[in-house]
Each structure stands twice: as C-alpha cells, then as structure tokens.
C-alpha cells in the first residue's frame, strides 16, 4: 500500500467541516497529524468543544491545537444563522477530551509538526486563514516544509457573506492575502465548486444508513442552513478534501489571486485575475468548476468507509 499524504486540518466546525474532517480520518490515503482550530463559524471555545466532540465520537486521540479567537484586524463575524448556536447544532454529542489539547497555539504546534516532519506536510485550511497567516509571518521557515495549502474560500464570482466576499475569506481579509501573496503553492477550491457540491434529501437517506458516522451527519443535516433539504446542502470544506483525494473531479485554472481589502462594499473578496489583466505571476491553482456526480459519488462512496 502507498504511503498516507501527511496533512494538517485548520478548521472551524462547522457542520460542512464536520463532514470534510469523517472523510479525512477515514481516508486510506490521508494521514492527519494535527488539528488546528480557529474562530469562524462560532467562537474559539465553541469550535475547539465542536473538534473535541468529533474526535470523542470517532474515539480517536489526534492532537488538536487552539489557534485564533480573533481576525487579525477586524471584529471577529461568525456564522451561526448557517450551523446553529452551537456550530454543530442538530446531534447531541457526548463532551470531548480536554486533555487532547496541546498547551501550545496553534501556530507553535504547526511550526513544530511541521520542522520535526521528514516530509513536507499539507494544509488543509478550511475556516477563515488567521492562523495560517500567522504561522507564515512568525515562522517563514516553515514554507520549506509545507508541500502546499489546499483551502476552501473565495470565489471567482460572487459571495456568500458579501455580495463578492466568501466567509472564510470576508472573517479575515488580511490573513488570506498574507496566505495568498505568501509563495506557498496554493489550491483554493471556493463558491464555484462548492455552489455545485450538493447533497439532496435522497443522499442524505443513503448516507444515514451507512454508519454511526451518516446517522450523525444526517441529525447534523436537519439543522445545516447552507442552502437547503430540498436544493441541496453545500459541502463546502469537503472540496478541499476532494482535491486531495480525486482532483479529476476538478476543472483547474492558474491565476494570479489577490484579496481586496480596501473596498468599502467589496472586503474580503478574492480577485482571481483569470484574464491576466494585473500582470501578475500565478499564485494560485483556482477550481473553477467540478463535477457534481463524480462529487456525490465520491461523498458517499467516503462516509461509507466511517465508522
Ligand atoms: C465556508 O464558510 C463556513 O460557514 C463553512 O464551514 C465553510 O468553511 C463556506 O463559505
Ligand atoms: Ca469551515
């Protein structure tokens, strides 16, 4: 068998993320080393309690480190009209394992995992990117050890907190474009993949008989406001996931990506310049489109491989 791809998971759960982290653990061919959690859709306390729950539910004792409270200008936003008040609203969990929680933050424990790894680690961020922008200021060493960072944010066309701005993009503008203009090869899966990475209620009835895993998420499903039961529900983070383990999902595009921080209508949108009128080099491998079936087969066919 092949060797398991090292990552690190930024996250925020976050029902989506939920999702994402069940394929991630469950996945033959990913290994996670770290947890890293960051405020976003609910506060700190809450996302860091959510990361705890998950890995009390799966029985799994994977380090998590607590990272950010705060963006690192603006006021924090979160996004409990979408994940409920508790971020992962609609199952009762039993109360996770504090003892798991390294003292270090979040950013001291990536830079460890990172310089003490043989191999270059990826990171998956898939919550707003203050912590990943602090680990490139403070330690700029580590962009050696990184093999890339494959985010969900942004879009190339609209938002869905702003009328241009992604959330994990619009919570912290700056950080994403520390994270953009960093050099690290970057692979953002954003809106435009993840406006078309639905699940429908047939799916959610399939998956809910797979595991103790589906009949969790099918709970956490009734109470999920990212669009809806009958529409279908986003699976937003679990794009990012998806490039790693079935990129041909995908259609890619290099671009040059910038964030705009300044625009009094238009924060935290990601400028993906596809047409090449800033003159800039690429920063950024941009999904740009996916393939729904290919998606949902690949969704299901993973949360059938959970506990
Ligand atoms: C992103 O925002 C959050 O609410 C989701 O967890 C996802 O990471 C989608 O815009
Ligand atoms: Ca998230």
Redesign the pocket.
């Known amino acids: 068998m092949s060797k398991k791809r090292p990552i690190i998971i930024d996250t925020?759960p976050?029902i989506?993320?939920a999702v994402a982290i069940a394929i991630a653990l469950f996945s033959e061919e990913l290994d996670v080393k770290l947890f890293t959690t960051v405020a976003?859709?609910v506060n700190l306390e809450k996302v860091t309690g959510n990361m705890l729950k998950l890995l009390k539910f799966w029985d799994k004792s994977i380090p998590v480190a607590k990272g950010a409270n705060d963006p690192l200008i603006r006021p924090a936003i979160d996004?409990s009209d979408?994940?409920g008040s508790s971020g992962m609203d609609g199952y009762d969990f039993e109360e996770g394992d504090t003892s798991i929680v390294l003292s270090d933050h979040a950013v001291n424990a990536m830079y460890k995992t990172l310089m003490n790894s043989e191999e270059k680690i990826t990171i998956v961020p898939?919550?707003p990117l203050t912590n990943i922008a602090l680990l490139l200021k403070v330690y700029p060493e580590v962009k050696a050890k990184i093999a890339e960072i494959v985010l969900?944010?942004g879009s190339t066309s609209r938002g869905?907190?702003g009328v241009m701005s992604?959330?994990?993009i619009a919570v912290d503008p700056e950080a994403a474009k520390i994270v953009f203009s960093s050099g690290v090869p970057i692979v953002m899966a954003g809106?435009d993949v993840?406006w078309k990475a639905l699940v429908f209620p047939e799916d959610s009835a399939k998956i809910k008989t797979f595991n103790k895993t589906g009949e969790m998420i099918y709970s956490l499903f009734q109470k999920y406001r990212?669009g809806g039961l009958k529409n279908g529900l986003r699976m937003?983070?679990s794009c990012a996931i998806a490039y790693l383990l079935k990129p041909e999902m995908y259609q890619v595009v290099e671009s040059f990506v910038d964030v705009e921080l300044a625009g009094s209508l238009t924060a935290g949108t990601t400028v993906v310049d596809l047409k090449g009128y800033l003159k800039q080099p690429a920063n950024a491998l941009v999904c740009v489109d996916i393939n729904p079936e290919m998606f949902k087969d690949w969704l299901l066919e993973s949360l059938k491989k959970c506990q």
Do not use: C
Request: charged content about 25%.
């Open positions: 925020d976050g989506d993320d976003g859709n996004a979408i994940h898939i919550g969900m944010g869905n907190k992604e959330f994990n809106l993840g990212s937003y983070d």
